[in-house]
């Protein structure tokens, strides 16, 4: 079955300094991956996604993701965070087949900047 | 350009009492999306809707939870008797086209279901 892993429930992180988030996803065909973003009492926001081609993947706010086949993981980067960047950040893979596609989402990981 | 709309943007609520949620999506969307959210755990499927037909609604307790999207625009979910364990956030979500793998869903900001 699909499923996606982030392995830090919460991370902080000093304003300035750079961010990096794991996601390990399991799926047997060609992933459609998505990183997502939630702030306080907000919905889901898009910030990247990937289908195919460079592994590299640039998103809003400044935000990227490196897709790695063998490592099965699609990791979010940003080189300088800001306060605002506070927020939940989840990893999600469409999972499926010609019958059906569904998102699974990742159990979410929750970013603290301190000043 | 209006985003999804979800009302209440609260409820609290006995158990075995019934509640409703309501959702308005982006204008021109033809699938509609409802995910349950519980605390520390990421969005689930619960329902998706193309145009007013439904897509998938196999993670859907049917025995309790019921949706429609009449008119292909704006949707319900009910939830009839509640659980204490269906205290989370429900979520409404659109997109354009209906095409999961690759369409951008856009999501409203929730309803938080308190069951007490």
């Known amino acids: 079955a699909q499923s996606v892993t982030q392995p830090d429930i919460h991370i902080t992180v000093s304003e300035g300094a750079s961010l990096e988030l794991r996601c390990n996803y399991s799926y047997g065909a060609t992933p459609y991956l998505f990183w997502y973003v939630q702030s306080p009492g907000q919905g889901l926001q898009l910030l990247l996604k990937?289908?195919?081609?460079?592994?590299l993947v640039q998103g809003i706010k400044g935000f990227e993701a490196e897709f790695k086949r063998s490592q099965s993981s699609f990791n979010l980067r940003k080189p300088s965070v800001h306060w605002s960047d506070a927020a939940e950040y989840f990893c999600?893979?469409?999972?499926?087949?010609?019958?059906?596609?569904?998102?699974?989402f990742g159990a979410g990981t929750r970013l603290f900047v301190k000043a | 350009e209006a985003g999804v709309a979800q009302s209440p943007r609260y409820k609290i609520i006995e158990k075995r009492q019934s509640v409703a949620f309501w959702c308005n999506p982006i204008?021109?969307?033809?699938?509609l999306y409802w995910y349950q959210q519980i605390l520390g755990q990421g969005p689930k499927l619960l329902i998706q809707?193309?145009?007013?037909?439904?897509?998938?609604d196999s993670q859907l307790p049917k025995d309790r939870f019921s949706a429609e999207r009449l008119k292909g625009v704006d949707s319900t979910l009910k939830i009839q008797p509640a659980k204490l364990e269906d205290s989370a956030v429900y979520l409404c979500a659109s997109s354009f086209r209906g095409q999961v793998r690759t369409d951008t869903q856009y999501f409203g900001p929730g309803t938080r279901l308190t069951v007490l």
């Open positions: 204008s021109g969307h033809a699938t």
């Open positions: 809707f193309q145009n007013n037909g439904v897509v998938d």
């Open positions: 999600a893979v469409v999972g499926g087949d010609t019958g059906g596609f569904k998102t699974i």
């Open positions: 990937y289908f195919s081609g460079d592994t």
